[in-house]
């Protein structure tokens, strides 16, 4: 029962666009689980924002309640951190607002130095702050206050415009964390247990098809894949953060690890066919039940009840064996019969980088580019709009800001995006309300009505993937510039055609400055975070697993978390691509046409090679022979030269390989487990067995992926 077509199967291009984009919308736009919930949360605090905004006739609201958008909501300790770091970050920009206007404010020439210095300082910390929320929040308040001080005007006109603005923002900030306390209040669902509860869940509902002899639905494969690339990384934050007692937290640092492994198996089970075997309903559904305790036990914080390891017996199911044993080891986490550490090593003293800067801040060229491209572009449009004494046009400025990335396909997206999602919020929302709905409004119930419904619109835009998110904010933006920026309601056509207008000029400086001056296609960067990330994976499987397990599995998550931000990386980077114009544009999209196709298969190659990983950790040991550990790291060492080799072949380097050493090594891997069928017991010759099962399953995918590789022209990637 085949549950996957081909991971190297390429994508049909006869659908069109249309089908396409259609697509794409629904699977942007589809509910999962806490969606409705966090928008609902976006839309209180925005909407009590601008109740009071309008109440006490702060200007600038449009700021205030686009913090409610800003402000991270993964927990409560993370929208404290959040707010706090935000907070800070409009302080400081505040700080440096009037600094700068006590040394150039009175001087026309100090003015425009002043002008340009700080959008560089702007550009740069975008670009070099580690914590891009912090970055975000001083970017925001400097480029919305910063052309108030060249309208005409007193100084204490100017300072009282700047202080407005910052309250505008404080009130944001204060009545999103006010509304996060108060959520939390009536949801006492601990985020920790919560995160785990999902992962379960998710598992058991793979279990089930195996219960019911069905094929896997698409969506439980995506939603275990998704938990396996995420791993538990942010689980562990938030037990590192946690007050339990210590043992307690050791304990649960082991579930922790044991259920990120139970992720790892049910996605590359998902992805591999099955043919049941007599015995294996009754099997699942025993874990299935067993999972079911655990999730009622541990919510409950009690320790689930302990039962005997299963020993474990050919299945037809993949993975079943394993699956079936690190369920089995989440009750003795509590039951004290192992130690912890016989689990997972300690998470709960990992070092935190608490550096500001990002470490090449002040070392590398390509910070002071950027910033200079963007001063550039942000300058333009301020010189711009003041020659043409259209002071509406200063959001071209804001744009420039908010659209700046390092490569011209992803700015180019970001473009596209905040134009899209301007149209939206300012012709079709903004105006749009202005002629048909504002007219028959006479009261607050009545404005906030609509404030609600088109924040609604664009916060579940908001909560989509990276890939649609920054369109919901942006129409969000729009639409609080054109009716809320004066606290009261806006009838004038003219203010959202100069916003939109200088949106407009914003994106055709960007495109300008950003395509001309230092570009680096977006292709470039596709094909480099590719070739690392097969580097990466060749270097997970060729690591030996001998010494210190506790710094080994610390490097593994190390690696786990650059290749699956690479990964995210290059589609990223891949949807960028359709972008971009000029002379190589064809070539651009061969190339992406390639990696995207490889990508899947790379995936699941290295989600196969992480159930190894810790098959080998937890399930090779002194109880295996020697032979066969030392067969199994022979034929990781082969992978992973095969791995290099791919790069290579993607570096234009010579990447001859003959496969057949590949099978060879897994040939005598399979002689080793017949050997040691005969001097070792059940239990651990069925643990080596599953180990061998994995090889197997991995040499078919990383051939056909190596030939696939191979057989390109390397032309294709060198000559970007």
């Avoid at 500001?356 to 910070?367: M, T």
């Avoid at 939109?500 to 470039?524: C, R, S, T």
């Avoid at 995936?603 to 937890?618: D, K």
């Avoid at 080793?672 to 180990?691: D, H, K, P, W």
Wanted: with cysteine.
């Amino acid at each position: 029962m085949a549950t996957n077509a081909s991971t190297l199967s390429e994508p049909t291009a006869s659908a069109g666009f249309s089908s396409w984009f259609g697509q794409f919308l629904k699977s942007e736009l589809t509910p999962y689980p806490g969606r409705g919930v966090t928008v609902a949360r976006m839309v209180i605090a925005a909407t009590v924002t601008m109740i009071l905004i309008m109440t006490f006739k702060v200007p600038g609201g449009a700021v205030g309640a686009l913090y409610a958008f800003l402000i991270s909501r993964d927990s409560l300790y993370a929208t404290l951190q959040s707010a706090w770091t935000i907070a800070v970050s409009y302080t400081a920009g505040l700080a440096f607002l009037l600094i700068g206007a006590i040394l150039f404010a009175d001087q026309p020439l100090g003015r425009l130095a002043w002008l340009a210095g700080s959008l560089f300082v702007v550009f740069f910390v975008l670009r070099t702050l580690q914590n891009f929320g912090a970055a975000t929040g001083f970017a925001i308040l400097i480029v919305n206050a910063l052309p108030l001080w060249h309208l005409p005007g007193s100084a204490e006109f100017h300072l009282e415009s700047t202080l407005w603005l910052t309250l505008s923002a404080a009130i944001g900030t204060t009545v999103t964390v006010t509304i996060e306390v108060i959520f939390r209040a009536f949801h006492a669902k601990n985020e920790l247990f919560e995160g785990l509860d999902n992962r379960w869940i998710a598992m058991n509902r793979l279990l089930s098809c195996y219960t019911e002899n069905r094929p896997i639905p698409s969506a439980v494969h995506t939603e275990l894949t998704q938990y396996a690339m995420i791993g538990v990384s942010s689980l562990r934050r938030m037990l590192a953060r946690s007050v339990y007692e210590r043992q307690y937290r050791e304990q649960l640092a082991a579930v922790v690890g044991l259920t990120g492994r139970l992720s790892d198996l049910g996605s590359t089970m998902a992805a591999i066919p099955y043919q049941l075997m007599q015995g294996d309903p009754q099997r699942v559904s025993e874990v299935v039940r067993r999972l079911d305790e655990i999730r009622r036990i541990v919510d409950a914080k009690q320790p689930p009840p302990a039962h005997e390891t299963p020993l474990s017996a050919p299945s037809g199911v993949p993975l079943l064996p394993e699956v079936e044993r690190t369920v089995a080891l989440i009750p003795q986490v509590f039951s004290g019969t192992e130690p912890v550490g016989a689990y997972i090593p300690s998470v709960l003293d990992d070092d935190a980088s608490t550096a500001l800067f990002v470490r090449d801040a002040f070392s590398s060229n390509e910070h002071v580019k950027f910033a200079l491209r963007g001063c550039l572009a942000a300058t333009l449009c301020y010189f711009i709009y003041s020659i043409l004494d259209w002071n509406g046009l200063s959001t071209s400025v804001t744009t420039c800001v908010l659209t700046a990335l390092t490569n011209i396909g992803s700015s180019r997206q970001k473009q596209l995006l905040r134009f899209a999602g301007t149209a939206a919020g300012g012709i079709i929302f903004g105006i749009g309300a202005q002629v048909f709905i504002l007219p028959e409004i006479d009261s607050i119930t009545q404005f906030t009505l609509l404030f609600s419904v088109v924040t609604a619109v664009g916060a579940w835009f908001a909560t989509a993937s990276p890939r649609l998110s920054y369109f919901g904010i942006q129409l969000a933006l729009a639409f609080y510039l054109i009716n809320l920026q004066e606290f009261t309601i806006q009838t004038s056509l003219a203010v959202a055609r100069d916003r939109v207008v200088g949106v407009f000029l914003g994106l055709f400086v960007m495109w300008l400055v950003f395509d001309q001056i230092w570009a680096k296609p977006a292709a470039e960067e596709m094909i480099t975070i590719f070739t690392a990330n097969i580097r990466l994976i060749a270097d997970l499987s060729a690591r030996s697993t001998a010494g210190d397990s506790a710094i080994y599995i610390k490097w593994i998550r190390a690696s786990r978390n650059k290749i699956y931000n690479n990964f995210q990386s290059v589609t990223a980077q891949a949807d960028a691509i359709p972008f971009e114009f000029g002379p190589r544009r064809n070539l651009h999209m061969v190339a992406r046409s390639y990696i995207r196709r490889w990508q899947p298969a790379l995936r699941t190659l290295y989600l196969l090679q992480v159930a190894s990983l810790h098959h080998r950790i937890f399930g090779a040991g002194a109880d295996f022979p020697k032979s066969l550990v030392d067969a199994q790291d022979g034929f990781h060492q082969g992978c992973a030269q095969m791995l290099d080799l791919m790069a290579d072949h993607l570096e234009g380097k010579d990447s001859t390989h003959n496969v057949e050493e590949l099978d060879a090594t897994l040939r005598n891997l399979e002689e080793n487990l017949a050997q040691a069928a005969s001097a070792t017991s059940g239990g651990v010759f069925a643990r080596a067995e599953g180990l061998v099962t994995l090889s197997r399953q991995i040499r078919p995918l990383l051939e056909d992926l190596f030939h696939d590789v191979n057989r390109t022209p390397s032309t294709v990637f060198v000559k970007m």
